[in-house]
C-alpha cells in the first residue's frame, strides 16, 4: 500500500512539475505567466549573473544543464537540448526559432538499426556578445567565440573564432566584426 502511495506521489510530481513547466515556457506572454517564468528560470537554470530573458513559447530539454548568463535573452520559438551541456555567455540573443542540439544517434555500425545505436552527447558553448539570428541550427559539439554574428538560417558546427561573421549551410566565415569597425571589406 505504502508502495503504491510513493509510487502515486512520485507521478504526481513529475506531472505536476511537467505542467508548471508547460504552462510557463508556452504559455502566452502574460503578466502572470511572465512572473513563473522569471521564478522557474531563476531556479531551474543555472544562471549566473541575474536573470535572463526568457520570451514564450520556448522549448528547453534539461534544463538544470543550461548555463545562460543574466544577460542574455532567448527569443520565442527557439528549441535547446541542453541534455549534454548549454552555455550562453553575457549579452549574447538567441533569435527565434534557432535550435541549439547536444545529441545525435549514433550509427556507426551498419548491421544494427540506428534507433538502437543509442546517442551521442556534445556539450555546446556560446560566448559572450554573440548574435544567433533568427532560425540558425547549432550542432552538438559546436563552440561559438566571443562577438561572433551567426547570419540567419546558418548551420553551425566546430569551433568559430570569436568576432567570426558566419553564414549558410554549412555556416562559412563571410567576414570579421573586427574588420568591419576598421571599415576594410571582407
Ligand atoms: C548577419 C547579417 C546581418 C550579415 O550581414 P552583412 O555582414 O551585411 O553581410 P552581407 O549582407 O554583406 O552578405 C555577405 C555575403 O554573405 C551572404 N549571406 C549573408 N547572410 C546570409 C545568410 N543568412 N545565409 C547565407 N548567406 C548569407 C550574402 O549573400 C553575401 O554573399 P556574397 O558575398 O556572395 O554576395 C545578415 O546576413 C543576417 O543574417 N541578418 C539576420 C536577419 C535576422 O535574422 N533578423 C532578425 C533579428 S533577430
Avoid at 77 to 105: C, M, P, W, Y
Amino acid at each position: 500500500m505504502m508502495r503504491m502511495l510513493r509510487a502515486f506521489r512520485s507521478v504526481l510530481i513529475s506531472d505536476l512539475s511537467m505542467v508548471l513547466e508547460y504552462l510557463t515556457f508556452r504559455s502566452p506572454e502574460l503578466w502572470l505567466f511572465g512572473v513563473c517564468r522569471r521564478f522557474l528560470v531563476k531556479h531551474r537554470f543555472n544562471n549566473f549573473g541575474g536573470i535572463p530573458k526568457i520570451e514564450s513559447p520556448v522549448r528547453i530539454y534539461a534544463p538544470e544543464r543550461l548555463k545562460v548568463s543574466g544577460f542574455a535573452i532567448i527569443a520565442k520559438d527557439v528549441l535547446i537540448d541542453a541534455e549534454g551541456g548549454v552555455t550562453i555567455g553575457h549579452n549574447t540573443g538567441i533569435a527565434s526559432g534557432t535550435k541549439i542540439r547536444t545529441q545525435a544517434h549514433v550509427f556507426s555500425c551498419p548491421d544494427v538499426p540506428w534507433l538502437h545505436q543509442g546517442h551521442r552527447i556534445k556539450p555546446v558553448v556560446i560566448g559572450n556578445d554573440v548574435w544567433v539570428a533568427n532560425n540558425c541550427f547549432i550542432l552538438p559539439g559546436t563552440v561559438i567565440g566571443d562577438h561572433c554574428v551567426i547570419s540567419s538560417c546558418s548551420v553551425v558546427s566546430g569551433l568559430i573564432p570569436p568576432y567570426s561573421i558566419m553564414a549558410g549551410n554549412p555556416a562559412r566565415r563571410i567576414g570579421s566584426r573586427q574588420t568591419n569597425r576598421e571599415g576594410e571589406n571582407n
